[in-house]
């Protein structure tokens, strides 16, 4: 998904009115001629046609542009148009030779360290040089790889604080989002986390089980690796590397990832090496439509790519796409815990892919790479095919926990 509505979705961010409960960041007002209710979204939305695209891209770009004048000192646009940390860069295993190099250039050492056996050094420029201008910089002193730390998800404001989760003694299941109350285990990675927010604690109630949020896999714990706190530059590629090789030594077999940006080499590094000691990782496909490019992490190769239907069984108009899709669940039409112990209704692949990643951990509860491949199968054997027999490209290999929505009146 070209953008940054990372987390409920475009068309959700720019329909539900401010006073009403959502799960999205503090957006701009958009002025788009959309429904003002998210009730009655789950049927007009299907009408949608293809200038819906050009739409969400539109939208897309605006966010991105207020999000770089709210915040210019900490976010720029890399190359690619996507927002990024401003003024920083990051080299994946540079010599000392290619730093001492960078160091003379006028570059500062952030910091330089080993993620999952992957060297990670984030290089701050010059001042007044663009992201472009010290990719390019970089690359000529003999960097192999060098990138924008994109943005994977604007931070946003929690409104009161979210209710704890139901916790029992069953599996660890990791989500990394924002903050998450009553989580087992939390760490954070990004200036003032960990902090519980509404959409980490969300994600964890249709897991675990908040009030009358039954959730997927009630009894669960949770792992909450908090990648925003309160940097508006929080969600970026490095955060969530680092968020990962914690899942890592915590020994979490199953993660959880509702967010959605542009491919990332350190990224795709860090989720190689995770999955290659028996991690296994779901991420949501992203809320940009189906003609959007790829959406990352979904889109990495072993990645559990994961859209959603509503509670009529049909795929959101609004899902985006991965390189390949694995599962579809619930996404809408149901409930999620939000905060200060209200009950929120929510829409989007966001809220689709931790009823998966419930039910790999039901199968897959230990970290133990040689039974991995026994329990997707069982995980497997749980899905309903819909839709064209056999894979399709709106439902992957079938539906998962359709039972686990906790239906919204």
Known sequence: MRGLLLLSGLIAAAMVRPAQAQLVPQLPQLPLPMPETIGRVGDQVQEVTGSAARRLEEVRRMVAAQLVRDHPERIALDPDGFPARAGEVVVTDPSDALIAAAIVKGYRVIEREDVLGVGVARLEGPRGRSLRQMIREIRKLGANDVTADQIYMPSGAVAGTPAPICTGNGPLVGVIDGGVAGAALSSGFAAGAPRANDHGTAIASLIAGAGVVHGGLPGARIASADVYGSDPAGGNATAIAKAIAWMVEKRVSVVTISLVGPPNSVLA???????????????????????????????????????????????????GRASHLDYAAPGADMLAMGAAGRTMRVRGTSFAAPFVAATIARFYPLLNPAERRAAMARVDAEARDLGPRGWDKNFGRGVLCESCRTPAR
């Not at 190689?272 to 959406?295: D, E, K, S, Y």
């Not at 239907?309 to 899902?319: S, V």
Request: proline share 10%; net charge positive.
């Open 269 to 319: 590094r860090i989720v190689a090496a995770a999955q290659a000691r028996g991690v296994t990782i779901v991420a949501a496909v992203g809320n940009n439509g189906p003609a959007a490019p790829p959406a990352y992490p979904a889109s990495y190769p072993g990645v559990i790519a994961v859209t959603g239907i509503d509670g009529r069984g049909r795929a959101l108009i609004e899902a």
